[in-house]
């Protein structure tokens, strides 16, 4: 059974206040709070475990390997890959989408081109920027209608033999919608031999997902935004491609022998995960993914449906209140603004005032922001332990700025 108090009691950091009011956390596609069990995986690592992996023959060192390992087989798991080296250890979506931007670079030349859509993170515009850059290739941009939907037949018109490489998100941050990307792999597929990149950032939160069966060539995602602690995140990439690709980063780890002569690499995964890797926090990533299942995927997602369907419908009671996305398929996201209150950071400070943390601004999609014609908006994402009490306090707490700011 879904018990809201029971999983809320697993969260330490839910009963504390800010600015004497009972934290109301909703700012989760930002970053989601951490259970007590991946805090204690964390805590355990370093007060029994702490050893580097991989080089030891000593018994720390062998279990450090085996925990992290053990970790790995379950993120494979979690994301149905089809073997466990497939999945590379990363310090989070950001530093996957650099990597594979970077080890794509022999691939293309002047004139290819790369295709991304208007509701991209900067995280997967910038890399793809450089690697043009780098190799004369050029960006293509799927537009958005006024409902911040993707206008697919402009991806139709824009994927040719030309077409190398296309990198979509599951789900918008900014705006939380989700995206067809079914539809985008299958005509990619078909039209082209494209590299196929999913960023999966505010997806792996809320879906179930399956990387063979969306047939993506790389998927990537933070740990951090799915109960995990910062600076952990996947790589996922197909095993032929992997790898045929050379390496990202050289050091330690990566290599099978080293000389001045020439190097040879390692397999996969250690192929793309040179130096000391995060052992404690890859470690907790696992245990983030154990918290996910024990409470069920399925229970989260209708969970934050419920939250959301139900945030969107007071929310819009609000007059002169508009939700970017509105008519959109979308999760865990509610993005507005108040007509006639310009900055969205003036209402996010008078609902932190009261104890409740939403995220304004940008959100990292300058982009989006620059198709509505606004600087900003107030963003409330939910996670799993999120109440219905909570969304009306948020209720409150906008009409409130509402009222001081008109
Ligand atoms: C957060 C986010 C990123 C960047 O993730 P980091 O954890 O900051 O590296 C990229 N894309 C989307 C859709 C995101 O939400």
Known sequence: MFDIQEIRSQFSILDREVNGKPLVYLDNAATSQKPNSVLEVCHAYYTELNANVHRGIHTLSQLATEEMELSRRKIQKFINAEH??????????TEGLNLISYILTQKLKKD???IISYLEHHSNIVPWQLLCERTGAKLRVIPIDENGILQLDYFDKFLSEKTKVVSVNQVSNALGIVNPIEEIIAK?????????VIDGAQSAPHFNIDVQKMDCDFFVFSGHKMYA???TGVLYGKREILEALPPFHGGGEMIATCSFDGTTYAGLPFKYEAGTPNVGGNIALGAAVDFMNRVGRENIQNHENALLEYAQRHLLEIEGLKVYGEKAKRVGVVSFNLEGVGISSDVGMILDKMGIAVRTGHHCTQPIMEFFNIAGTVRASFAVYNTFEEIDLLVEGVKKAQRMLS
């Open 84 to 93: 466990d080296f497939e999945v590379i250890f990363t310090k989070g979506t």
């Open 188 to 196: 990619t597929r078909k039209n082209t031999d494209a590299y196929v």
């Open 229 to 231: 602690p910062m600076g």
């Open 112 to 114: 290819d081109e790369i």
